[in-house]
């Protein structure tokens, strides 16, 4: 991924504000706007684990066998191989 680039899909879009290395870890920091209504598929990773803010909205996560209502300002990880 690079800064800038972006996808439109069914449920929205992403875009990438920033990625980089720390602390020995490669990061990627992208804004996902999700339509009202809007829903993406089930994934899980098994080389990454994944932290998601809420900046406006409610957002409801499955995090394996749990359902998390997320509100503005909320966050949650999602750890790596978790289906989500």
């Known amino acids: 991924y690079r800064p800038g680039e ?3 899909r ?3 879009l992403w875009e990438v504000m920033e990625t980089g290395h720390e602390n020995g870890e490669e990061f990627c920091v992208k804004t996902i706007t999700v ?3 809007g829903i993406l598929s089930l994934q899980s ?3 990454r684990r994944e932290h998601w803010t809420v900046v406006s909205g409610v957002l409801e996560v499955t995090r394996d066998d749990q359902i998390i209502v997320l509100q503005a300002g ?3 990880d999602i750890p790596q ?3 989500h």
Request: hydrophobic letters at 20%; glycine letters at 16%.
């Open 35 to 37: 339509n009202p209504g």
């Open 6 to 8: 972006r996808d439109t």
């Open 10 to 12: 069914p449920w929205g």
């Open 81 to 83: 191989g978790a289906k």
């Open 45 to 47: 990773h098994q080389h």
């Open 74 to 76: 909320q966050a949650i």
